[in-house]
Structures are given as structure tokens and as C-alpha cells.
């Protein structure tokens, strides 16, 4: 069992910049990828972020080139920096843990999530 706790969210202005983080327990955390994923309300569940375990990462064409996404396996904790935010960003964000090392842009392929933490950019 792996348990994720997110933090980081928050108000802020178009343009400005968050990091959200999302810190696991359990001691297989570095043989797991982990993904980002966001949703709007009315909207579906989409993926932002995957990092395997390795630290390789894809986004979203939505944001590439605004939000990197990385980890420290030794602190067990997956972020996301997100920049040059815009109001579409608004969502409510979830950390998510798949129990294998190649992460997948499917929802349902992902094992354990986060509580979730609320972006909320203003125009």
C-alpha cells in the first residue's frame, strides 16, 4: 500500500508560478512512476505529468514548455513546478503512483492517489 499526500496548491495570479508536491510512503517509491493529473469541474480526469521511475517525463501539449515535472527518490517525493499559469489551469490536482516503472496517460492505470490540492489562477 502506498499513501500520497499532496501539498502546494493555491491562488494565484495568470503568470505566476506554484510547485506542488506529493510525498509517498513505503520504501518501493524509486520502482514506481508517478503522474499528475488535474481535473475541472465538469470535466474529465486528464493527465498533466507522468515521471517514470527513472525521471523520465511526458505533459500534456497544454503545458509543455510551462510545467516540469521531477522527483527525489531519496525523499520520496514526486513535484510539479508549474509557471506562466493561466485560468485554465484552474483544477483541483492529484498525484497518482503506478506499480510499475512506466507511467501511462490513462486514469485508470494508476494503482494509488492523493487527496488532491486545489489550483486556482485568476485573470
Known amino acids: 500500500q502506498v499513501q500520497l499526500v499532496e501539498s502546494g496548491g493555491g491562488l494565484v495570479q495568470a503568470g505566476g508560478s506554484l510547485r506542488l508536491s506529493c510525498t509517498a510512503s513505503?520504501?518501493?517509491?524509486?520502482?514506481?512512476?508517478m503522474a499528475w493529473f488535474r481535473q475541472a469541474p465538469g470535466k474529465e480526469r486528464e493527465l498533466v505529468a507522468a515521471i517514470t521511475s527513472g525521471g523520465s517525463t511526458n505533459y500534456a501539449d497544454s503545458v509543455k514548455g510551462r510545467f516540469t515535472c521531477s522527483r527525489n527518490n531519496a525523499k520520496n517525493t514526486v513535484y510539479l513546478q508549474m509557471n506562466n499559469l493561466k485560468p485554465e489551469d484552474t483544477a483541483a490536482y492529484y498525484c497518482a503512483c503506478r506499480s510499475i516503472w512506466y507511467g501511462a496517460s490513462v486514469a485508470d492505470e494508476y494503482d494509488f492517489w492523493g487527496q488532491g490540492t486545489q489550483v486556482t489562477v485568476s485573470s
Open positions: 513505503g520504501r518501493t517509491f524509486n520502482s514506481y512512476a
